[in-house]
T-cell receptor
Framework: GAVVSQHPSRVICKSGTSVKIECRSLDFQATTMFWYRQFPKQSLMLMATSNEGSKATYEQGVEKDKFLINHASLTLSTLTVTSAHPEDSSFYIC?????????????FGPGTRLTVL | AQTVTQSQPEMSVQEAETVTLSCTYDTSESDYYLFWYKQPPSRQMILVIRQEAYKQQNATENRFSVNFQKAAKSFSLKISDSQLGDAAMYFCAFLPGGGSQGNLIFGKGTKLSVKP
């Protein structure tokens, strides 16, 4: 159990367009979902945390108007990169939280590689 | 603020040998969780092992074990009988106490190569 999917796995778009990435918890309900960004050969950088039915909490330096997060249900969160530019090209990873014992255990999706031309 | 430091950007081990990856962290909290994650070339993050700070016993998962030194704020990962499939990036991560409200804090990672 505890499988998280992401769609699409790869996307190439033109500069100025918007791209939506979906993150789904397939076999459990996730009260919290997390969005990370990972540059080549670097660690994961938390972008935002979202709870079902409420506004996402963005980390310092992350533009909330550029990276729109919607957590409409306990199994689905979406990240929309608006007016994408080449510098937004990166690997985006989501994770879904499931309460385990006394902490919120995160299960990671396989990631989405975004290339903006 | 909590920080996680992995001082070894790259490590190499011979197949079937043992390797230890280092991790230190800084926190003023007494209640927290520590994790090692593996990220193979597919880039799927895989949980290798977890340690609760309140437990004195070191966690073990098959060939993977940790050396948790709470006073020294050290959390190293030992991989025994290394296999080719162990080649990956390894990230040490810290989850602040009261776990349900905290976010994972990752180290910069160690790239492990396994030589046949």
């Amino acid at each position: 159990g505890a499988v998280v999917s992401q769609h699409p796995s790869r996307v190439i778009c033109k500069s100025g367009t918007s791209v939506k990435i979906e993150c789904r918890s397939l076999d459990f309900q996730a009260t919290t979902m997390f969005w990370y960004r990972q540059f080549p050969k670097q660690s994961l950088m938390l972008m935002a945390t979202s709870n079902e039915g409420s506004k996402a909490t963005y980390e310092q330096g992350v533009e909330k108007d550029k990276f729109l997060i919607n957590h409409a249900s306990l199994t689905l969160s979406t990240l929309t990169v608006t007016s994408a530019h080449p510098e937004d090209s990166s690997f985006y990873i989501c994770s879904a939280g499931r309460y385990h014992s006394s902490y919120n255990e995160q299960f990671f999706g396989p990631g989405t590689r975004l290339t903006v031309l | 603020a909590q920080t996680v430091t992995q001082s070894q950007p790259e490590m190499s081990v011979q197949e079937a040998e043992t390797v230890t990856l280092s991790c230190t962290y800084d926190t003023s909290e007494s209640d927290y969780y520590l994790f090692w994650y593996k990220q193979p070339p597919s880039r799927q993050m895989i949980l290798v092992i977890r340690q609760e700070a309140y437990k004195q016993q070191n966690a073990t998962e098959n060939r993977f074990s940790v050396n948790f030194q709470k006073a020294a704020k050290s959390f190293s990962l030992k991989i025994s009988d290394s296999q080719l499939g162990d080649a990956a990036m390894y990230f040490c991560a810290f989850l602040p106490g009261g776990g349900s409200q905290g976010n994972l804090i990752f180290g910069k990672g160690t790239k492990l190569s396994v030589k046949p």
